[in-house]
């Protein structure tokens, strides 16, 4: 039982690794690209 949870875990691990790496990327392009929007209308605008 312990061995297959294990399995399992090492399985999945990376996928949700990857999942929540992709997931940081891009709200952290958006709120970039929101930021520099905000930014770049501020001194034009």
Do not use: E
């Amino acid at each position: 039982g312990t061995n297959m949870l294990s399995r399992l875990l090492h399985v999945r691990h990376p996928d949700a690794k990857i999942a929540v790496i992709t997931a940081i990327d891009l709200l952290g392009m958006h709120v970039f690209l929101s930021w520099k929007v905000l930014f770049v209308c501020h001194q034009n605008c």
